[in-house]
T-cell receptor, first 113, second 114 residues
């Protein structure tokens, strides 16, 4: 059972379209991160959100952390082929002094030119 | 380039064998994390070391072990390999253990058990 559920699992859109990817959980996280992973490479951190209701923007990407810190969304405006990749959300579970990130199953985004 | 180096890039071995995966963290990073990524399980946390000491264990099998050496590089040992162990194994490093310290992932080792 995945602690973090991401939807949709796959998304294929045309260049210029907007899209939203969701990350949901029944657990409360102290922080949530979004990563993008391209084939043959490791995940690369895009953003960390910490406060419930927080909104962060990274160029055409807008990240929101739910008020209850159980869910998050990633909105991409005017998608480009370069946005293609596997988008992963990851929530931090506090475990004493150690940090353990739990990753969602990912959304595979394909942006067609 | 994340600055995290993983070797080898690819590894093909037979069931029952033992392999060692190596990770060199970014210069200055004290924390090393190991993750397993498979198609059906996604990215699963295995184990975390900080400055040579084990800090947290996740879904790591008893057949797997890891250590972090004084020079901060880390090795993940996988023994009595099974077909289901075929996966991408990622190492990540960070300066500290808090959430303000982002993870930097290597490009992974693809393990194929035949």
């Amino acid at each position: 059972t995945q602690l973090l559920e991401q939807s949709p699992q796959f998304l294929s859109i045309q260049e210029g379209e907007n899209l939203t990817v969701y990350c949901n959980s029944s657990s409360v996280f102290s922080s949530l991160q979004w990563y993008r992973q391209e084939p043959g490479e490791g995940p690369v951190l895009l953003v960390t959100v910490v406060t419930g209701g927080e909104v962060k923007k990274l160029k055409r990407l807008t990240f929101q952390f739910g008020d209850a810190r159980k869910d998050s969304s990633l909105h991409i405006t005017a998608a480009q082929p370069g946005d293609t990749g596997l988008y992963l959300c990851a929530g931090q579970i506090s475990s004493g002094s150690a940090r353990q990130l739990t990753f969602g199953s990912g959304t595979q985004l394909t942006v067609l030119p | 380039d994340s600055g995290v180096t993983q070797t080898p890039k690819h590894l093909i071995t037979a069931t029952g064998q033992r392999v060692t995966l190596r990770c060199s963290p970014r210069s200055g990073d004290l924390s090393v994390y190991w993750y397993q990524q498979s198609l059906d399980q996604g990215l699963q946390f295995l184990i975390h070391y900080y400055n040579g000491e084990e800090r947290a264990k996740g879904n790591i099998l008893e057949r797997f072990s890891a250590q972090q050496f004084p020079d901060l590089h880390s090795e993940l040992n996988l023994s009595s390999l099974e077909l289901g162990d075929s996966a991408l194994y990622f190492c990540a490093s960070s300066v500290r253990t808090g959430f303000n310290s982002p993870l930097h992932f290597g490009n992974g080792t693809r393990l194929t058990v035949t």
